[in-house]
């Protein structure tokens, strides 16, 4: 199964584990006089459409290398990601707006059966996040990772709304808007994980330089062939879930312009071969030293 199909089957149970939840959590908030579950659905929902958008971008990303787009389609994967980062502050920003206008507002106490939902709900977001975060490494897919990271938002929101309810529980009186508070907290760390989440997609897009470890491989695996004395430069970027290298090359200089010629071909094709999430590789052959 290629990296693309293994992302688009992790997307639709990123979708229809959202849609579960949401109801799930939407009916317990309203029956249980919870806003951190009514919050909770809130995020929920927001994160269906997001898992959408994610796939809609995986489809977009299978096209094949066309005249206009000689790289293919996969620099929509960072673009998807900050739809995804948009989605996850405005769930945010709504969520802190009501838990500041429910504080405000008298209320009774969440039933105590919530937290048995709250307790399901956590351990399942967080089963879900190890998945798809697992399936994104696998995949080397941003989009999917931020697809991941709205999992582990949802169980931190799971988790304040339950120590929320439960302090609302105990005291009683008095304590009934610690779940609201609950809920604001959680807003707090999703805008925080909207950065996490935002950072290494807008250095994708930019094309910088962050990937150390494939770096040391490429030149590792270069000195493998025969006939490639050394590297000089290596730059790599990433689009959608391949790389793309430009390498400088040094071999004899004293051989022909024809043997370089087919060092360089044996040089990229030895690369893709041992390296499979290498895409296009662009290699400068440069006169050195034996």
């Known amino acids: ?54 796939l809609l971008g995986f489809k977009y990303a299978k096209k094949p290398a066309d005249e206009n787009h000689p790289y293919g389609h996969g620099k929509i994967e960072p673009i998807i990601t900050f739809l995804v980062v948009a989605f996850l502050v405005i769930s945010a920003t709504v969520i802190a707006y009501e838990s500041i206008e429910n504080i405000q507002t008298p209320h009774k106490v969440p039933k105590p059966w919530t937290l048995l939902v709250l307790g399901v709900i956590i351990v399942w977001k967080e089963i879900s996040f190890r998945i798809v975060i697992k399936k994104s490494n696998e995949t080397n897919s941003s989009s999917l990772k931020a697809d991941a990271w709205h999992h582990r938002s949802d169980a931190i929101t799971s988790i304040m709304a339950f120590l929320g309810i439960s302090i ?24 925080y994980n909207s950065y996490l989440i935002l950072r290494p997609a807008l250095g994708e897009i930019m094309d910088e330089q962050r990937y150390d470890d494939l770096l040391a491989d490429i030149r590792l695996k270069s000195s493998e062939v025969s006939g490639v004395i050394g590297t000089e430069k290596c730059f790599i970027r990433k689009a959608g879930m391949k790389f ?18 087919d060092i360089s071909h044996r040089l990229k094709d030895y690369l893709r071969a041992e390296l499979p999430n290498i895409g296009h590789v662009l290699i400068h052959i440069e006169p050195g030293d034996l």
């Open 244 to 261: 793309h290298v430009d390498l400088h090359a040094m071999v004899n200089g004293d051989i022909s312009v024809t043997e370089g010629h």
């Open 1 to 54: 199964m290629s990296n693309v199909q293994t992302a688009i089957r992790t997307t639709y149970f990123s979708i229809f584990g959202n849609i579960a939840l949401a109801l799930i959590k939407g009916f317990a908030g309203f029956f249980g006089n919870s806003y951190a579950l009514i919050a909770d659905a809130i995020e929920s929902t927001t994160d269906i459409f997001a898992s959408v958008l994610v």
């Open 168 to 191: 609302a529980i105990i005291f009683g009186k008095g304590y009934e808007a610690a779940d609201d508070w609950a809920a604001l907290i959680a807003s707090a760390f999703i805008f």
